[in-house]
């Protein structure tokens, strides 16, 4: 994946005490994963808090992709039982809604998780999507069978980063699920952020009967109008400064594939992070620097890299003190 992806690895590696306490967005989108904070953890001293709800933000700003992203997250989650264990205190359900928006698309749904251990998490979302036809998009293309083999200059469905196609206004429909990995070894953490996800648009769309395929901007994939899509997001870092702030450092592969017309875009690289659990009565800011090179993409493998930035925050438990 992409821009969320991003933002789940700015969330690597959570609030201090405990295990990874690790969020996907992404997705970002995270996901998130598509990224994700884990359960808020109680102030020292505090009792433990069998509920939490809290809002939390994610700006993603890239080059070479779509220029930006706004991630908002309000999430309430509740503790499945009571363990004083590393690997099984951070467990919970939750339900939330998702609102995601750029200058091309929006992504707004709602969504149920359960983690029943500290480092596995199952997620389950839906979203309607929104293109607003600008920018040059919705784009559709053609002729795509073999995409993955064919040149950037070839003209079959072709959709270049300078595309100047028709833009088009329409709607559409994903509905994911989601697999988070996580572990905690010395100061090194380790996470696998897998998604399965359904795209789909209304028989009568903008694009017209003739079109059957389309770009999606968020992963950069050629798919057609329904399809699959497959995601993956593995990242180690490694903590060279733990306390306030934190600072992270490590590698990242990202990788999203569109089963119908067998095409995949993959990138690996570098990120550094800072992150301050708690300042001013706000939770989990961050900031993070991804830099990574496509080992597959028809327009852009080789030397320019994918460069992104993100900067997240949380608020923090708004039900504290409450017993529901």
Same mark, same amino acid.
């Given at each position: 994946?992409?821009?969320?992806?991003? #933002?789940?690895?700015?969330?690597? =590696?959570?609030?201090?005490p405990?295990?990874? !306490?690790? !969020?996907?967005?992404a997705?970002?989108?995270?996901?998130?994963p598509?990224?994700?904070?884990?359960?808020?953890r109680?102030?020292?001293?505090?009792?433990?808090?069998?509920?939490n709800?809290?809002?939390? =933000?994610?700006? +993603?700003g890239?080059?070479?992709?779509?220029?930006?992203?706004?991630?908002?997250?309000?999430?309430?989650?509740?503790? &499945?039982?009571?363990?004083?264990h590393? #690997?099984? @205190? *951070?467990?919970?359900?939750?339900?939330? &809604?998702?609102?995601?928006?750029?200058?091309?698309?929006?992504?707004?749904g709602?969504?149920?998780?359960?983690?029943?251990?500290?480092?596995f998490?199952?997620?389950?979302?839906?979203?309607?999507?929104?293109?607003?036809?600008?920018?040059?998009?919705?784009?559709?293309?053609?002729?795509c069978?073999g995409?993955?083999? &064919?040149?950037?200059?070839?003209?079959?469905?072709?959709?270049?980063?300078?595309s100047?196609?028709?833009?088009?206004a *329409?709607?559409?429909?994903?509905?994911?699920?989601?697999a988070?990995?996580?572990?905690?070894?010395?100061?090194?953490?380790?996470?696998?952020n897998?998604? /399965?996800?359904?795209?789909?648009f209304? *028989?009568?769309?903008? /694009?017209?009967?003739?079109?059957?395929h389309?770009?999606?901007?968020?992963?950069?994939?050629?798919?057609?109008?329904?399809?699959?899509?497959?995601?993956?997001? =593995?990242?180690?870092?490694?903590?060279?400064?733990?306390?306030?702030?934190?600072?992270l450092?490590?590698?990242?592969? *990202?990788?999203?594939y569109?089963?119908?017309?067998?095409?995949?875009?993959?990138?690996?690289? !570098?990120? #550094?992070?800072? @992150?301050?659990?708690?300042?001013?009565?706000?939770?989990d800011?961050a900031?993070? &620097?991804?830099?990574?090179?496509?080992?597959?993409?028809?327009?852009? /493998?080789?030397? +320019?890299?994918?460069?992104?930035?993100?900067?997240t +925050?949380?608020?923090?438990?708004?039900?504290?003190?409450?017993?529901?």
């Amino acid at each position: 994946m992409s821009l969320l992806a991003l #933002a789940f690895a700015v969330l690597l =590696a959570g609030p201090t005490p405990g295990p990874l !306490g690790v !969020g996907a967005i992404a997705d970002l989108g995270a996901p998130a994963p598509r990224p994700e904070v884990a359960a808020q953890r109680p102030d020292a001293g505090d009792a433990p808090q069998p509920s939490n709800l809290f809002l939390e =933000a994610t700006l +993603v700003g890239t080059v070479q992709r779509t220029g930006g992203i706004l991630d908002l997250r309000l999430r309430y989650r509740r503790a &499945l039982y009571d363990s004083a264990h590393e #690997a099984f @205190h *951070d467990n919970y359900w939750g339900v939330g &809604l998702i609102e995601q928006a750029t200058p091309i698309f929006s992504q707004s749904g709602l969504y149920a998780e359960v983690a029943p251990t500290s480092f596995f998490r199952l997620t389950a979302a839906y979203e309607l999507i929104g293109y607003f036809g600008a920018f040059n998009t919705l784009r559709t293309v053609s002729d795509c069978q073999g995409v993955q083999r &064919l040149r950037r200059d070839d003209l079959r469905c072709a959709f270049p980063l300078d595309s100047r196609s028709q833009a088009r206004a *329409d709607y559409g429909h994903r509905a994911w699920v989601e697999a988070l990995t996580q572990l905690h070894l010395g100061n090194f953490f380790i996470a696998d952020n897998f998604t /399965a996800e359904r795209w789909w648009f209304r *028989d009568a769309w903008a /694009a017209g009967p003739g079109a059957d395929h389309w770009v999606n901007e968020m992963f950069n994939l050629p798919q057609q109008k329904q399809d699959t899509v497959l995601t993956n997001n =593995a990242s180690v870092l490694y903590e060279f400064r733990a306390g306030s702030p934190r600072v992270l450092a490590g590698v990242v592969s *990202d990788l999203a594939y569109a089963v119908s017309t067998d095409y995949r875009t993959h990138r690996v690289g !570098g990120m #550094a992070m800072v @992150h301050v659990p708690e300042w001013r009565g706000v939770r989990d800011l961050a900031a993070c &620097l991804l830099v990574e090179w496509y080992t597959h993409d028809r327009y852009t /493998a080789g030397p +320019v890299p994918f460069v992104g930035l993100a900067l997240t +925050v949380s608020t923090p438990n708004l039900v504290k003190g409450a017993r529901w």
